[in-house]
């Protein structure tokens, strides 16, 4: 079972042969955008929800690398499904694959190469310089917005 991310469905013509899902957020993703494939594609691309406790595996995996501030929602909810139905994930989304190869679900770039190895990540507030583990909304210091780096 394919498990399809919004940016392969951006990078695709059409669907592939073999069976795909995606989570209710990637449609939402692709009618924000209007994107006319949807159209085409109707009933050929189910849409299944998650289960919660997949969503904390992958938010427990994603806090670890310091991705969990570089995964939008329905990012996660695309690795979530993929453990809930033991798919492979396609994605041009560097964080979903940083991410699905710390869990060991398998990935496949659409439109792009793919990661060549796990990154972990740190940031950087951009006003007061100081670091920290997790991505906050604001630094707890100044106010100031936060920045990712790659952990050395």
């Known amino acids: 079972m394919l498990v399809l991310d919004s940016s392969a469905l951006f990078s695709m013509e059409q669907l592939p ?3 795909s899902c995606c989570p209710p957020g990637v ?3 692709l009618t924000k955008y209007k994107d006319h494939r949807l159209d085409l594609w109707g009933d050929l691309l189910r ?8 969503v904390k595996k992958v938010e427990e ?3 670890k690398s310091g991705d969990l501030g570089r995964l939008s929602p329905v990012d996660i ?3 979530a499904l993929a453990v809930d139905v033991n798919g492979t994930v396609m994605t041009d989304d560097y964080s979903i694959q940083n991410t699905a ?4 679900i ?4 659409v439109g792009q190469e793919g990661i060549k190895k796990v990154e972990k990540w740190n940031y950087q507030c951009i006003g007061c310089k100081k670091w920290y583990k997790e991505k906050m909304p604001d630094c707890p210091i100044c106010g100031s917005e936060m920045r990712a780096h790659r952990k050395r």
């Open 17 to 19: 042969e073999e069976e």
């Open 27 to 29: 449609i939402k993703e």
């Open 47 to 54: 849409v299944s929800d998650c289960t919660e406790a997949s």
């Open 61 to 63: 995996a994603a806090r």
């Open 106 to 109: 398998p990935y496949k770039a």
């Open 101 to 104: 190869r710390i869990m060991g």
């Open 77 to 79: 909810t695309v690795l």
